[in-house]
């Protein structure tokens, strides 16, 4: 268990180039998986703050926490970029930031980094020997300023913009006592991984 609030961080407004369409807006057994992203925070967060694109139409969503849209402050530069925008919008002390095509997710695996995090500026997990930056817990008063400096000099790499912040990795044998099968780090980037989550879904997959 956390001490503190913690705001769930979504960055929905990606290229989406391999996916071909937004995937915001993908349906996912007849929810989009903006939605899917947001059921899966909403047990173990108390906010949540969606980045979209400039020009972006979100699909409509449903949630019992309130949920701040904002606009990504940069076009086309990627999600570090997005993350430092959400963090200006961050009210708690910590946030955990995905993306909206991680439908998977589970809240045990939030809660599991939530709990290593109060020491801690990043706490990101290590699957098939990378780290997972869009599956992690950040401290924004921290990490903004070293993210924002990155992003002017035009390096956009989430996990180079690590060093210097007190950061702690969760390897894969921990996750798996909360994620066994390490779902939640299955992405849906392209339509035939999103055929392949669908698949999972069926009973006894």
């Not at 979504?10 to 937004?22: E, M, Q, T, V, W």
């Not at 990101?124 to 950040?138: E, S």
């Amino acid at each position: 268990m956390t001490r503190f609030s913690l705001t769930g961080l979504i960055l929905a407004g990606g290229k989406s180039s391999r996916f071909g369409s937004d995937k915001a807006s993908a349906l996912l057994r007849g929810r989009t998986l903006l939605q899917w992203a947001l059921e899966a925070l909403e047990p173990a967060v108390d906010a949540m703050v969606v980045v979209k694109a400039a020009g972006q139409q979100l699909p409509p969503v449903k949630s019992r926490l309130t949920v701040t849209v904002v606009e990504d402050e940069y076009k086309a530069m990627g999600p570090l970029a997005g993350l430092a925008t959400g963090f200006r919008a961050v009210a708690t002390e910590f946030c955990f930031a995905t993306a909206c095509d991680a439908p998977l997710l589970l809240p045990e695996v939030v809660r599991l980094l939530a709990a290593k995090a109060e020491d801690a500026d990043v706490v990101v997990p290590d699957v098939d020997g990378f780290m997972q930056p869009l599956a992690a817990i950040y401290r924004p008063a921290a990490c903004l300023p070293v993210f924002d400096e990155r992003i002017a000099r035009g390096a956009l790499k989430i996990v180079p913009a690590f060093d210097g912040l007190r950061t702690i990795v969760v390897d894969e044998d921990e996750l798996r006592t909360v994620d066994p099968g390490l779902r939640s780090f299955r992405n849906a980037n392209r339509p035939e991984r999103l055929a392949e989550i669908e698949a999972l879904l069926e009973p006894g997959a």
